[in-house]
Nanobody, 122 residues
Framework: QLQLVESGGGLVQPGGSLRLSCTAS????????IGWFRQAPGKERQGVACISAKNNSTVYATSAKGRFTVSRDNAKNTVNLQMNSLKPEDTAVYYC???????????????WGQGTQVTVSS
């Protein structure tokens, strides 16, 4: 079974940056579609970004586009989510997710990490 591990979360001031990373020990992430979801307490789970396996095309939520970038570092078997110009409303637990092919419209992913907390506050 694919096991995903997120890292890089923490506390950052508004306008700051964080880089989240997703990795797996047993499988090559290059063969998987990798997405990022987030969920804040009392709020709906929201897809943030997705990177395809076939051609590394990317999609972003409107709230993330222009500020967040998802990319692969295959040498490290890692997918990164670079988050810039962070806002308090970005505060949430961020989850790395994976599926075999195709960035889905919704949350149709097969594997979920445990999440990493991102807090944007002064």
């Amino acid at each position: 079974q694919l096991q995903l591990v997120e890292s890089g979360g923490g506390l950052v001031q508004p306008g700051g940056s964080l880089r989240l990373s997703c990795t797996a020990s047993e499988f090559s992430l290059s063969t998987y579609v990798i997405g990022w979801f987030r969920q804040a307490p009392g709020k709906e789970r929201q897809g943030v970004a997705c990177i395809s396996a076939k051609n590394n095309s990317t999609v972003y939520a409107t709230s993330a586009k222009g500020r967040f970038t998802v990319s692969r570092d295959n040498a490290k078997n890692t997918v990164n989510l670079q988050m810039n110009s962070l806002k308090p409303e970005d505060t949430a637990v961020y989850y790395c997710v994976a599926r075999i092919r195709g960035c889905p419209t919704g949350d149709e992913y097969d594997f979920w990490g445990q999440g990493t907390q991102v807090t944007v506050s002064s």
